[in-house]
C-alpha cells in the first residue's frame, strides 16, 4: 500500500510486456475458441493495466476505509492474475530454447507453465479465502535457570498485529481469536502491538468482543506501529491527539492494561517477575516513540526476572541482545507477519528482517527473543502459509 511511484511504474511496464507475450501467445496458439481467447485476453489487460493506474492515484492517506478495503482487493486480484501469469511465460520460454538451435519448440513445457500458473492462481486465493482464517497455536516452553520457583508452570498467551481495520465491523473472525485464547486458560494474556490500521475508531466494533478476553492475573497490551496514526492524513495535531486519547480509552474500556512505557511487577510468595512493556521502538522508517529506561527506571542488569513487550523485533536486534547491562530475560514481538507468506519455513521476510518468527537467542543465549507472526493482516487480505498465530509459553526452570 506504501509502493512509491517508481516501484509501481516499472512494474506496470512488465506487467505489459507480459500481457503482449501472452497475447501473442494465444493469438498464435489458439486455434479452437480462437474468437473468445484472443479478445479476452487483450481487454482483461486493458481493464487491469487502467485499474492498475487508478490505484496508483488514489489518495491513500485521506481515503475512506471502505475505499482502502476495495483498494486492498483490487491490488490482491491484479497480482493473482499476474504471478501467474509470469510463472507461465519462464516455463514457456524454457520451451523456447531448443529454437536457439532451428529447433522447434517443446511444447509440454507450454502445458507445464498453465498448470503452474493455475496451481499458483488456487493457491493465492486459499490463502485469502481460507488460511488467514485458521488460527494456529504454538505451545512453547521458555526454560530458564533464573525463573523464580514460584513462578514455575507460569501460562503466557501472546497474540499480536491484530489490525481490526481489516475486517471492517464484522467481529466474526475476532470472537473466534478470543474464544481460541480463552481455551487455553492462560495466566496472563500480552498483545504486541498493531491493534488498528490507520484509526483508533477501526476498533470500536470490537471494543465488546476483546473485552471477554480473560486471565487471571490480567491482559496487557502495548502499541505498534500502525497504532499512532501515522498512516492518515489528520486536520491538525489536535486530532491526531484526540485519536490516541480515544485508543487509550477504549483499551481501557476493553480491561486491558496498556504498557506505555511501564513495568508491572507480579509478586508471588517471596518471588516476584516483572513485565516490562515500552511504546514502539524499530528501524527505518518507523518513528521511534518508546523509553526502556522509563519503562523499567531501576538497574536493567540487575537480578530480577523480566519479560519485555517490545512490538518491534528490531528493538532486540538493536539494543538488547548481547547487551550485559540489560538483563532481560525474554523479549515479546510482533510486527513482522512473517510479510503473510510463508512455505516450507521459507518466508520473504527473510530478506526484510533479522528475526522474523519463532525463537531466537543471543550468543550467550541469555537474553531471548521471540517473534509472533501475528492473527491478523494488513495491506494483503491473505496469508499464503504464515498463518495466524497464537502463542502459549509455558516458563520452566
Not at 116 to 131: D, E, K, P, S, Y
Not at 246 to 275: C, I, K
Not at 280 to 307: R, T, V
Request: aromatic letters at 12%; a negative charge.
Amino acid at each position: 500500500m506504501r509502493l512509491p511511484l517508481l516501484l509501481i511504474l516499472p512494474i506496470l511496464i512488465l506487467d505489459i510486456l507480459a500481457d503482449w507475450y501472452i497475447c501473442r501467445a494465444v493469438w498464435r496458439r489458439c486455434t479452437r475458441g480462437a474468437r473468445f481467447w484472443r479478445p479476452v485476453s487483450l481487454w482483461s489487460s486493458i481493464v487491469l493495466g487502467v485499474g492498475l493506474l487508478a490505484a496508483i492515484a488514489w489518495p491513500k492517506k485521506s481515503a475512506s476505509d471502505y475505499d482502502l478495503t476495495g483498494l486492498m482487493w483490487f491490488l490482491y486480484c491484479y497480482f493473482s492474475i499476474y504471478v501467474p501469469k509470469y510463472l507461465f511465460i519462464i516455463i514457456d520460454l524454457l520451451g523456447k530454447v531448443p529454437q536457439l538451435w532451428h529447433r522447434r519448440r517443446i511444447k509440454g513445457f507450454a502445458h507445464a507453465g498453465i498448470t503452474v500458473a493455475v496451481l499458483t492462481f488456487g493457491l493465492i486465493w486459499w490463502g485469502a479465502l481460507v488460511n488467514r482464517y485458521r488460527i494456529e497455536v504454538k505451545e512453547i516452553e521458555f526454560a530458564d535457570p533464573s525463573l523464580p520457583s514460584s513462578f514455575e508452570g507460569l501460562t503466557i498467551a501472546q497474540i499480536s498485529d491484530l489490525h481490526t481495520g481489516s475486517y471492517g465491523s464484522d467481529t466474526t473472525y475476532v470472537a473466534k481469536v478470543v474464544e481460541t485464547v480463552n481455551a487455553l486458560h492462560p495466566d496472563i494474556i500480552v498483545f504486541t502491538g498493531d491493534i488498528v490500521n490507520r484509526r483508533s475508531k477501526e476498533l470500536k466494533p470490537f471494543v465488546s468482543t476483546l473485552s471477554r478476553l480473560n486471565a487471571p492475573l490480567g491482559v496487557y497490551s502495548v502499541l505498534g506501529n500502525h497504532d499512532y496514526g501515522d498512516y492518515y492524513a489528520w486536520d491538525s495535531a489536535a486530532d491526531k491527539e484526540a485519536n490516541m486519547q480515544e485508543l487509550y480509552r477504549m483499551q481501557h474500556d476493553m480491561g486491558w492494561t496498556l504498557m506505555n512505557n511501564s513495568a508491572h511487577t507480579f509478586h508471588a510468595g517471596p518471588d516476584s517477575l516483572v513485565l516490562i512493556g515500552v511504546e514502539n521502538i524499530g528501524d527505518p522508517p518507523f518513528p521511534i516513540y518508546g523509553d526502556l529506561d522509563k519503562a523499567y527506571p531501576g538497574d536493567l542488569a540487575d537480578s530480577a526476572f523480566k519479560i519485555l513487550l517490545s512490538h518491534n523485533p528490531a528493538h532486540w536486534v538493536d539494543d538488547i541482545a548481547g547487551s550485559p547491562d540489560k538483563n532481560i530475560a525474554l523479549t515479546l514481538s510482533g510486527h513482522t507477519h512473517a510479510m503473510q507468506m510463508e512455505l516450507f519455513g521459507l518466508s520473504p521476510a527473510t530478506f526484510r528482517y533479522d528475526t522474523w518468527g519463532g525463537m531466537y537467542a543471543d550468543i550467550d543465549s541469555t537474553r531471548r527473543l521471540y517473534v509472533n507472526i501475528g492473527i491478523g493482516e494488513v495491506g494483503v487480505p491473505a496469508r499464503i502459509g504464515a498463518t495466524p498465530e497464537i502463542t502459549l509459553f509455558t516458563l520452566r526452570r
